[in-house]
């Protein structure tokens, strides 16, 4: 009969309500999470890969939740000393319930947000801490946390599928493989523009566009997609843009550190945007393949604009780096202040020119908007997108 007793202790033992935490899916990033109290857990973001640094992005499942109770997470290694979390900036959160029924996707959540500097750290670096409090909306849920809205290589080759399917959009939107990156994975470059009626256009000159080269900053394949959406849209602007320019796209320059959930980095454990002088193919392959084909682009056309978009963690709004040098030429159509200030007027709610800069700084000599102006291309710009 004493054998029996664990047994009727486990029956009426309390159900485990212990979160559970996942994040080995593609793009997610969360390394540790500690239970502090019955409702409250600190968690540890892994640094990219092969680096001790970059702690930023975040993209993690949670299951096993009660609803309508307080939770309160803390994240305790960000590496960043300042942040839009001290602005009003709020963790996303999805809920697969809401989805199914309610068709609500990501949303901001949080109260109580601080983000302060913490008493961890090693030699000289300090890490800083980002608390929020809130509810899951429903129990027995499967919710996701992240800092941006995730874009996934996923993601993206589902749109270029679609295209690629689409008869109208497949005959001025073609779609090529530029290189492979260090895993393996495709890095694809689309040519937009309208079929030419001679069979010669090389009086169009080229627009070049690039994202991605930061995993962690998603806003940028999001910019992506908007613009995609627009020049392979019906419209007539659309179509006169394309009838005038040769589009250049390569929306996702780093899908190895995009797919292991990356901040910063590739799978060298190097900062692809400080790598366009580098001539070492075969640690860069998309950043070497891409100058490479601007080259000639050049060489056959000429590129009228070139723009690296980003998303900028500290800043708000939409702004633009662009490159001047003291003695800026002349003509004023060449002067890099005019397209960001073209941008300011059209769409002023968003963007802001006071933000802009145009200063060129030591630190970002191996950029790809300062190594395109040094080749040439006068409009070089770098979109940053709050």
Known sequence: ARGLCPLKQTLHQKKDNTLIFKA???SGNLQKVVKVNEFEYQLTLRTDLYTSRHTQWYYFQVSNMQAGVPYRFTIVNFSKHNSLYKRGLQPLLYSEVDAKKHQVGWRRTGN???????NAGQGRRRYFSLTWTFQFPHEQDTCYFAHCYPYTYTNLQEYLVAISKDPVKSKFCKIHILCRSLAGNIVYVLTITSPSKSGKDTERKAVILTARVHPGETNSSWIMKGFLDYILGDSDKAQL????????????????????GNHRC??????????????MKKWYPSIWCTRNMIKRVMEQRGVFLYCDIHGHNRKQNVFMYGCETKQQAKAPYVHPHVFPLLLSKSCPDMFSFPDC???????KAGTGRVVMWKMGINNSYTLEAS
């Open 24 to 26: 080995q899916f593609e």
């Open 266 to 279: 590739s799978l060298t454990g190097q900062d692809l945007n400080r790598k366009y002088r580098s001539n």
């Open 357 to 363: 800069c145009f200063r060129v700084q030591k630190s």
């Open 112 to 118: 109580e947000i601080k983000y302060y500097k913490n």
């Open 241 to 260: 843009l394309r009838d005038n320019f040769v589009f250049k796209v390569v929306p996702m320059l780093n899908p190895d550190g995009v797919i292991v």
